[in-house]
């Protein structure tokens, strides 16, 4: 028999049928899992089996009934420390659920652990982290991936049989793909950021990591839609995603941007997205080159745009409401040393970032020069989409790196989320999956981007690209 | 040209009491992203209109209707310190001399 660890989410549904028991029988070998492996991989920040006991709240049904589903640390749980993987809210216990939180809940899932980050989501590899990096299951000297690396190396070593992220600028899908998992960031609205812990509010996403494409179609459908709590969160009505798995591609336009295939693109990872490109065509897809000319700006753009919200957004972290605080003998004294001693060294240097270009003088020269720029990405896409279903390219410019690599470079990290970032300015959702592995069997990921509110079509295509392989069939040995 | 930082002002601004061991590489950090991001002043955006986000929402509005909210307590409890129904922080006024 399977391990029952090692089921996908669909597999678990299945073998838990709505019984107590089967469901405490899943929920202690992913236990025993996460005892065996986490002191390698350092996926989880408060993962503590007890609390199954106590979880008085879990309904005795409803459609993910008994399936344990990881969380990343910057998503609001009542009753249990949410932290950001920061210093500065060590301790904190939200008194609140998040949305998506409520809604796992309310559909029977069991909230099973949570999953470290770089703190705030400032990062591509888990370093950032207060408490300590998570590393690759591929290769324990490489990054997961981030910022949500905790989630996506529990769910590609079999910690998890799915988890939540979050994405601002490539934090699911980037992840996802150093893991070998899939990494899904759904159209800007999509999904209720309520009790999201914000970081770039015109950017953020809550979506699924998944062991399987058809596992993101049935986590999305459960977290989607509307919320009145969230201004932001659209009022499209949500779609039964898994309706849309298998139907193949057949006589479906896909773009193939030039400028995502330009000068620092692994070769690697280059012939692994060719690959897929012949493998989609084999199975009836047109594919047809569109240019993005401007997306060779979304990096820059989004470090204007991005820290500007972030800096925003961590002004509420002062030591008065939550989290720690630094005893001072003024008020002054007290926000300026909490903040400099609560933050570490990224998100100051991001809050620091943002401050000046939202600063009298720079404001526009910065800020605003970024939000024009952001238009025509946003416009890139929409005259791309005119012609094409989809749009077909890396995920990563490399596979994972390793530890400390790029942890003195600043510049160099922010560029790894140089394909990631344009779906995040423009709005647009897209799917990280697996594409292969590198010589040095590194999980390798091809990412599909898809009209906003189109998450059925990255789900119909990136299944019938996945049905074509069998890359999960390879696991990380640990 | 390179934009030169001014870091103490920068910080006073984000409400960050730098250590003098942190100054200097930050300002180097901001200073090179900041070159990285002049890229974009060569970029004709003349008649462009800012996005500031990609929804196409108007304002977004409830009726004010007063809700009764049971979790002052739960939210008091997690505050470094508090007192009745209040947040409790240092004097903000210095002492009169």
């Known amino acids: ?478 | 040209m390179p934009q030169k930082i001014n870091i103490d002002q920068v910080a006073e601004l984000a409400r960050l009491n730098l250590k003098s061991g942190e100054r200097a590489k930050l300002a180097a950090d901001l200073e090179r992203i900041l070159t990285y991001v002049d890229q974009l002043q060569g970029i004709n955006t003349d008649h462009v209109t800012p996005t500031s986000h990609t929804l196409a929402l108007e304002n977004v509005f409830r009726p004010d209707a007063v809700v009764p909210s049971k979790i002052r307590d739960a939210v008091l409890q997690h505050a470094p310190k508090s007192e009745g129904a209040y947040f409790k922080v240092p004097k903000v006024i210095g002492d009169v001399s």
């Open chain 1, 1 to 478: 028999m399977t391990e029952l660890f090692r089921l996908t989410l669909k597999e678990a549904l299945g073998f838990v049928s709505g019984n107590r028991s089967k469901r405490d029988q899943l929920i202690q070998e992913l236990t025993d899992r996460v005892k065996t492996v986490d002191q390698k991989v350092n996926a989880y920040i408060h993962f503590d089996p007890e609390r199954f006991n106590r979880d008085q709240e879990v309904p005795a049904s409803g459609p993910l009934y008994g399936i344990p589903i990881s969380i990343k640390d910057n998503l609001t749980t009542a009753g249990w420390e949410t932290t950001c993987a920061s210093r500065i809210l060590k301790g904190f216990v939200p008194p609140y659920d998040a949305t998506v939180i409520g809604k796992l809940r309310a559909a029977g899932a069991v909230l099973f652990g949570k999953c470290n980050m770089d703190e705030f989501a400032f990062g591509s590899s888990c370093e950032t982290s207060c408490f300590f990096p998570t590393r690759n299951p591929w290769n324990l000297e490489c990054v997961p991936g981030g910022s949500s690396g905790g989630s996506a190396a529990a769910v590609a070593c079999d910690e998890a049989i799915a988890a939540l992220g979050s994405d601002t600028g490539g934090s699911i899908r980037q992840p996802a793909s150093f893991c070998g998992v899939v990494g899904l960031k759904p159209t800007y609205g999509r999904v209720s950021r309520y009790g999201l812990i914000a970081f770039g509010s015109s950017l953020d996403q809550v979506g699924p990591i998944t062991k399987t494409v058809e596992d993101s179609a049935i986590l999305l459908g459960a977290i989607a839609g509307h919320d009145p709590l969230d201004s932001t969160s659209a009022r499209e009505p949500v779609p039964d995603y898994t309706a849309f798995l298998n139907r193949g591609v057949n006589g479906m336009k896909i773009g193939i941007p030039k400028e995502y295939f330009a000068k620092g693109l692994d070769p690697e990872v280059e012939s692994a997205v060719r690959n897929v490109i012949r493998d989609l065509k084999k199975l009836g897809a047109a594919c047809v080159e569109v240019s993005l000319p401007h997306s060779q700006y979304a990096v820059a753009v989004y470090y204007i745009v991005a820290v500007a919200e972030a800096s925003s957004n961590l002004g509420r972290f002062d030591g008065v409401q939550y989290g720690e605080r630094y005893p001072a003998r003024d008020l002054r004294e007290m926000y300026f040393e909490t903040r400099d001693r609560g933050f570490g060294n990224e998100a100051k240097r991001r809050i620091l970032l943002g401050t000046f270009v939202l600063s009298h003088g720079y404001y526009d020269a910065y800020y605003l020069k970024g939000l024009k720029v952001r238009t025509l990405i946003k416009k890139d896409f929409d005259d791309a989409f005119k012609n094409v279903d989809l749009i077909i390219g890396p995920t990563s410019p490399t596979p994972a790196f390793k530890l400390g690599e790029k942890m003195d470079d600043p510049l160099a990290m922010y560029l790894s989320d140089l394909y990631t970032i344009p779906a995040n300015l423009a709005g647009l959702p897209a799917i990280s999956i697996p594409a292969g592995f590198s010589k040095s069997g590194l999980p390798i990921g091809v990412q599909f981007i898809a009209r906003p509110f189109e998450e059925s079509t990255l789900f119909q295509a990136s299944s019938a690209y996945e049905a074509e392989t069998n890359w999960r069939k390879k696991r990380p040995a640990l």
